[in-house]
């Protein structure tokens, strides 16, 4: 069996599996470092124990869902304290508690969220914050 045009096409598919896997050669071996969110405010310069309502690792991973847990307890369920796995409670507010310590959204949310590439959906409820920092 003879293919015609044997070489055009083979060049051809050459090109186009180069276009294709161009974005993933490009940058392979970049490393970009994870962002380090500010803490930087002033409620937390003030508290004696810098603890969030989890711990950080829990926080870092899993903070949306913390935030839509409570969405529905209050919301729907009509709950307004979380009790925290150390047994501490909390009231169950992005505004009253969450941005309490960190007034600096750009800081401390914007930071990861940008380096993520995701845009959270906090402000098509909330009013977005001005940043409070010194």
């Known amino acids: 069996m003879r293919i015609y045009n044997a070489p055009s096409i083979i060049a ?4 186009l ?3 294709l896997t161009f974005p993933f050669w490009y940058n392979a071996g970049d490393v970009v470092a994870a ?5 930087d405010t002033p409620v937390l310069q003030g508290l004696q124990d ?8 829990y926080m870092r991973s899993k903070h949306m ?6 969405r529905d ?14 047994g501490r409670e909390y009231e169950m ?15 401390f949310c ?21 940043e409070n920092v010194p």
């Open 12 to 15: 051809g598919l050459l090109v």
């Open 17 to 19: 599996i180069g276009l």
């Open 35 to 39: 962002p380090e969110p500010s803490l």
């Open 50 to 57: 810098k603890q969030c309502i989890e711990p950080t690792p």
């Open 65 to 70: 869902e913390l935030l839509r847990h409570w």
């Open 73 to 86: 307890e209050v919301v729907r369920k009509g709950k307004a304290i979380y009790v925290a796995s150390d």
């Open 93 to 107: 507010s992005l505004q009253g508690t969450c941005l309490d310590c960190h007034s600096n959204t750009d800081q």
């Open 110 to 130: 914007g930071r990861c969220h940008d380096y993520a590439g995701v845009e959270p959906g906090c402000w098509t409820c909330h009013l977005q914050p001005e």
